[in-house]
């Protein structure tokens, strides 16, 4: 039953026919066109204009992109901000020591002063968006496909210029629909954002990577910081003198609950979603690419894991890379068994056959449209070998060791380095590269990871993708051989040496630098890449985007005037839904809450994500949880049916009146495959429950100075 059920579910997302309010992120400058009057039926109370205005004070003016990947919300009228844990965390490590481990103990600044200013970190506050189709392709009409982005570029170039008043905004215009459609975005960037306060980890990473993207759960995932702003309010580079951000609107705070079946909305910066797809993608990502990757970043991290569990301090080290690759690590798998669940590549192909026969109705249709799909199985047959060879060098050359990382900034710099006028600039930039680099690097851990990864390599990658010097080091050396002849003769692994080295740089120091064992390797690595597989699989790429666009073209043709939403891209969008449980599996129903019942029974002092902080054990012995607690019990986190994707982490999760009840923190991993196929009985969007972070900031970390700042109701 449940087979059929999905299948037709797929059926009915594949011909665009959106009857599910629950799926897509929608744009809020199009509420009242497509969703508001639903949303109302569902329960919301507000407008349109009370989520997106740039007349009046609106939602959007209290969410931010926070740092690069993450959404954040203002609750104060001082610029507090609160997001997830797991997106302040970079931040909370790198503030981190032995001496003062604020992963493990938590950290809470008792006075503005106390508040740690965090370098590159920003967050930014979308102005205004609108659509510009007509302006970036103006010009384009009967112009040849090779001089299309030229001009494109260049109309995109000078809306962008105008919209940000010369450095008064950041501003960026993005295509939806595969380039069928434009939007510019205009924000205001404040840089200077400085941590206020995180739980420890036990409360804010709780369960781990265990439990990461599975419910039941029992994280309390947030961190706090506070925006700050010149004495016009206005965004201004770090400083002493700073004072808090004043916003034009901050969320009021609602100890109400979620109760089943309520409205709620997500408002955030979902990352990357591709509804669009076709049949052949869909394939080669569940059997070549996300095995591909699963099976490179498990091994990269059960060498982590070994090294981290031995060893407090490579524990902090290595914390931030770790959650980091296992996050995509676990999120791959649920996303193969969902994907293979709702019998993806037959639903996906039935939807094709829908779209050819409506393509077939008319001789226009069938002249535009009649090649789409044949041609998609051509280029994704052509692609095949170069996406592994792109994936396996991505994962392994590009992000997979430490030693790698570093050598990458030192190559742009030796490319840069003769045309640079401002040595002393550089000089500064590799001081500090060096001492980050460093203070997360374990020589012993890295040199096992480069060792391993490196064999996978060579043993699973076609030879032809592959230079001869490596091959031919590979045939006959050991992964010990590799360890001891490679890499401890490189001056890579030794921060003092390479202080040395790199010390008023010449070009004859840079040259030297450059043949470093493993900067040859690396060197030799990438320029085989860039030479015989990088080209090919661009030019493939470009193809299946060119198809991509007329394909969809034709499904917004065969759907005109229903509600169809664009695929996210890192802009503001509006998710909604209801407060709901889900059945993962035959016989299996999971309700819709958890409460610190559950954090107590998974309560295991030998195993460090489950090791409970002794003050949340007394408090549950006392039941003292204040006005947070609702007869006597207190909840934790809740699921709902919003579609979200990465970057709607910290997500303000609003209840029908418009104030905030949680955060959005994750997924459920049987709904992972949302971002390429939506299934409205299993895709659950999981929340903290903000009453459970206001319980932990009061009566845990006795910051009620905090709880002062907001409204709560």
């Not at 205005?53 to 104060?76: Q, R």
């Not at 797809?277 to 490179?296: C, F, H, N, T, Y």
């Not at 509600?563 to 889900?582: I, M, Q, S």
């Not at 100075?705 to 409204?711: A, C, S």
Request: with cysteine.
């Amino acid at each position: 039953m449940i087979r059929k059920t999905g299948l037709l579910i797929g059926l009915v997302l594949i011909s665009f026919a959106a009857l599910f309010a629950k799926e897509g992120m929608w744009i809020p400058t199009l509420l009242d066109k497509y969703s508001i009057k639903e949303m109302q039926q569902m329960g919301f109370k507000l407008t349109a204009e009370d989520i997106y205005s740039v007349n009046k004070e609106s939602m959007k003016d209290a969410v931010v992109l926070f740092g690069t990947g993450c959404t954040g919300n203002v609750i104060s009228n001082d610029g507090l901000l609160i997001t997830n844990h797991h997106c302040g965390y970079d931040a909370i490590q790198k503030h981190s020591s032995l001496e003062h481990d604020y992963l493990t103990d938590g950290f809470w600044a008792k006075t503005r002063q106390e508040e740690l200013p965090n370098s590159g970190l920003s967050v930014r506050f979308l102005d205004r968006m609108e659509d510009v189709s007509q302006r970036v392709l103006a010009g384009t009409e009967g112009k040849p496909k090779d001089s299309l982005s030229v001009i494109i570029a260049r109309n995109t170039k000078k809306i962008t210029d105008e919209a940000a008043q010369k450095g008064k905004f950041e501003a960026s215009v993005k295509p939806l629909y595969y380039g069928n459609q434009y939007f510019l975005y205009v924000y205001q960037v404040f840089e200077d954002v400085r941590l206020v306060g995180a739980p420890p980890t036990s409360i804010g990473k709780f369960g781990g990577d265990t439990d990461n993207w599975m419910w039941p759960r029992h994280t309390g995932d947030f961190s706090m910081f506070r925006i700050y702003a010149g004495k016009d309010n206005q965004p201004a580079k770090y400083s002493a003198d700073n004072v808090p951000f004043k916003p034009r609107k901050f969320f009021a705070i609602s100890l109400k609950g979620a109760e089943p079946q309520d409205f709620t909305l997500v408002f955030g910066f979902p990352g990357t979603t591709q509804q669009f797809l076709p049949s052949q993608a869909i394939r080669q990502i569940m059997e070549q690419g996300d095995p591909d990757k699963i099976k490179i970043r498990g091994i990269k991290l059960s060498l982590l894991a070994a090294d981290m569990e031995r060893d407090a301090k490579i524990r902090i080290q290595y914390a931030a890379k770790y959650q980091t690759t296992g996050n995509a690590w676990k999120k791959w798998q649920g996303e193969v068994k969902g994907l293979k669940r709702l019998n993806a590549l037959e639903v996906k192909q039935a939807g094709e056959n829908e779209f050819k026969n409506w393509g077939e109705e008319s001789p226009d249709r069938k002249n535009r449209y009649g090649n789409i799909l044949p041609t998609f199985e051509k280029l994704y047959h052509d692609i095949e070998p170069y996406t592994k060879a792109n994936d396996y060098f991505t994962e392994i050359v590009g992000r997979g060791t430490d030693i790698f990382n570093i050598i990458s900034f030192f190559d742009l710099i030796e490319t840069s380095w003769p045309a640079s006028s401002n040595h002393a600039v550089i000089q500064e930039a590799i001081k500090l590269k060096i001492a980050a680099h460093f203070k997360d690097y374990n020589r012993a851990t890295d040199e096992k990871v480069f060792a391993e990864l490196l064999q996978l390599y060579f043993n699973d990658i076609a030879p032809q993708y592959l230079p001869e010097d490596f091959k031919l080091l590979m045939s006959k050396t050991s992964s010990e051989e590799l360890i001891v002849n490679i890499y401890r003769k490189s001056v890579f692994t030794d921060a003092s040496k390479l202080l040395a080295s790199t010390a008023n740089l010449s070009e004859k120091k840079m040259k030297k630098l450059s043949n470093d064992p493993v900067f040859k390797m690396f060197r030799s690595l990438k320029n085989h890449f860039e030479l015989n597989v990088e080209p090919y699989f661009n030019t493939i790429q470009k193809q299946i985007d060119e198809n991509m666009k007329t394909y969809v073209a034709g499904i917004m043709a065969m759907n005109e005037g229903k509600p169809l939403w664009a695929d996210a891209n890192k802009t503001l969008r509006v998710a909604y839904g209801k407060v709901e449980g889900y059945e993962p599996m035959d016989g299996v129903i999971y309700d819709y809450f958890t409460t610190i019942d559950g954090i107590m029974q998974k309560d295991n002092p030998e195993i460090y994500d489950y090791n409970v902080p002794q003050a949340l054990r007394d408090i549950y012995e006392k039941k003292d949880y204040g006005r947070y607690g609702k007869n006597g019990m207190l909840n934790v986190c809740f699921t709902a049916s919003n579609h979200t994707t990465g970057g709607n982490s910290g997500s303000p999760v609003i209840d029908a009146e418009g104030k905030l009840i949680g955060l959005n923190f994750d997924r459920c991993w049987e709904g992972t495959m949302s971002d390429l196929m939506f299934d409205p009985e299993r895709c659950r969007n999981i929340a903290l429950d903000i009453r459970f972070a206001l319980f932990v900031i009061d009566k845990m970390a006795g910051a009620g100075y905090l709880i002062d700042e907001m409204v709560i109701e």
